[in-house]
């Protein structure tokens, strides 16, 4: 077979084929292996430097892409600007990122500069008529509390810095003592306490009665199926035979778990003595009031609970009608559960028992004491 060694006169020249010459290499018209390519190259991409035979432009990318913007541009790459939009310029969204990460960060060690760092957000309020960056902060420290049971002893030991270092600017001027003057520092964020305590309370339990009530309408005109049904989801158990997990049930689990955390929460602050004497004797007769419906069984543990974080401090001569109630009907409601069961076991505390020493072990959740 003859071999073609000269290009035919009648093809083209071969810019006509839209390639051109490289100008790295002019004189070679192909690479070998482990060389860089050159000559009349169709799969070489051009260098930067590189300028279209029809005109006009150093860069590298075609009109179709454009030039390469810069990294920190709004539709670069990078790292964005807050010029640009990007970070929230919004007060309460920038004090809940910072404080959330901030509590997130809040170990035994690096207490004293992690609250320094939290109660200046706090303090940033001092402008403001309405108090709204505290009750954001405190908002935030509630959550955690609630959702992380186990740590409420540092928690508490924020909020006690808290009261001690919020600034007597920050007020709220919809607040009036009988001065008449605007509710400020130390007195408002107490009440702040009080009403977030007032609010997650009453929340929770809207929360459960909600999830039973579904529970009851989803079992359907079976009176016994809504009734397993609603007690399943209501104690937070379940037996081998009954019907898969509702999405009810793990919205009580939710709810159980965080009333718990709060009414643990608020045990850690009355030893503290951020909040009073008299809001610890409304959580407790709350909860008294809960456990008379077998549907609100999930408040024993929280009442156990608290009795065993505050019971001793609280069992003073002045309080001795109080306690006697107190345990008069945690007995009688003992007597209803069947003898044996958890709720049962931890609700067979006496009247005097608090003064011998309970104990609440928080992970087990059961009561231990000395007779």
Not at 125 to 151: H, P, W, Y
Not at 323 to 342: I, Q
Request: charged share 25%; aromatic share 6%; net charge negative.
């Amino acid at each position: 077979m003859a071999v073609c060694k000269d290009r035919p006169d009648r093809f083209a020249p071969l810019p006509g084929f839209g390639v051109e010459r490289s100008e790295v290499f002019p004189e070679r018209l192909g690479g070998g292996r482990g060389k860089q390519g050159g000559g009349w190259g169709l799969s070489h991409a051009p260098g930067p430097n590189h300028r279209h035979a029809l005109g006009a432009t150093n860069s590298f990318l075609s009109p179709l892409v454009g030039p390469l913007l810069p990294a920190n541009s709004c539709t670069g790459f990078g790292t964005p600007k807050p010029e640009y939009g990007y970070l929230p310029t919004d007060k309460k969204a920038t004090v809940n990122r910072k404080v959330t990460a901030l509590l997130n960060k809040l170990t035994t060690e690096k207490f004293d500069s992690i609250s320094d760092q939290i109660i200046d957000w706090a303090n940033t309020g001092e402008q403001e008529t309405d108090g709204k960056t505290l009750i954001d902060v405190l908002r935030l420290v509630f959550d955690k509390a609630m959702d992380e049971s186990t740590r409420s002893v540092i928690y508490a030991k924020l909020c006690e810095k808290m009261m001690e270092q919020i600034s007597s600017d920050v007020r709220d001027d919809s607040l009036r003592n009988h001065e008449r003057n605007s509710i400020a520092g130390k007195q408002l964020f107490r009440g702040y306490i009080l009403n977030r305590y007032q609010e997650d309370f009453q929340r929770i339990q809207n929360t459960v009665e909600a999830a039973i009530a579904s529970a009851v309408s989803n079992g359907g005109e079976d009176d016994a199926k809504a009734a397993n049904t609603a007690t399943m989801v209501s104690t937070g158990y379940q037996q081998e035979d009954d019907p898969p997990y509702s999405g009810e049930y793990y919205v009580v689990l939710q709810a159980k778990r965080r009333s718990l955390g709060l009414i643990t929460f608020i045990g850690e602050l009355f030893k503290l003595s951020v909040v009073t004497e008299q809001i610890v004797h409304d959580c407790i007769e709350k909860l008294l009031k809960g456990i008379e419906l077998p549907r609100e069984e999930h408040q024993i543990e929280s009442l156990c609970t608290l009795l065993a974080l505050v019971g001793r401090v609280l069992d003073t001569e002045k309080n001795e009608n109080h306690m006697n109630v107190y345990f008069k009907r945690m007995v009688a409601v003992a007597a209803e559960l069947e003898t044996g069961s958890r709720l049962h076991n931890m609700l067979q505390v006496r009247q005097r028992l608090l003064c011998t020493g309970i104990v609440v072990e928080v992970h087990n959740q059961y009561l231990t004491g000395c007779d």
